[in-house]
């Protein structure tokens, strides 16, 4: 049976909710250096609440071959992935205006 969205009344696998969630956010994209001067791409400003971080960071470690987690409402993925994270971002529908990178 198809789930119905409360908010919106339409079925849940369309996805518009989350379409129209990634338009009001502004997500910064910044390098960070860790333990052994280790690089990590630290993504943050998602809403976790309307847009499941689990499922966007298996789909940026796959796209980019590396690894990552996401913890405290930001995703960190080893390595410096910050153009190349960009370009992936806007492919999954986030607005290029709402990407500021540092």
Same mark, same amino acid.
């Given at each position: 049976?198809?789930?119905?969205?409360?908010?919106? $009344? !339409?079925? *849940?696998? @369309?996805?518009?909710?989350?379409?129209? %969630?990634?338009?009001?956010?502004? #997500?910064?994209?910044? !390098?960070?250096? *860790?333990?052994?001067?280790?690089?990590?791409?630290? #993504?943050?400003?998602?809403?976790?609440?309307? =847009?499941?971080? &689990? &499922?966007?960071?298996?789909?940026? *470690?796959? *796209? @980019? %071959?590396?690894?990552?987690?996401?913890? &405290?409402?930001? =995703?960190?993925?080893?390595?410096?992935?910050?153009? +190349?994270? +960009?370009? =992936?971002? #806007?492919? @999954? $529908?986030?607005?290029?205006? %709402?990407?500021?990178?540092?």
């Amino acid at each position: 049976m198809v789930e119905i969205d409360p908010i919106t $009344g !339409l079925p *849940k696998e @369309l996805g518009v909710w989350e379409s129209i %969630a990634k338009e009001d956010q502004e #997500i910064t994209i910044a !390098l960070e250096s *860790k333990k052994f001067s280790k690089k990590y791409t630290v #993504i943050t400003g998602i809403d976790s609440k309307e =847009i499941d971080l &689990d &499922d966007l960071v298996k789909k940026l *470690k796959s *796209k @980019l %071959a590396c690894g990552g987690t996401a913890k &405290d409402g930001k =995703i960190e993925l080893q390595g410096n992935h910050v153009s +190349r994270v +960009r370009e =992936i971002l #806007i492919e @999954l $529908g986030f607005p290029p205006d %709402a990407l500021v990178t540092k």
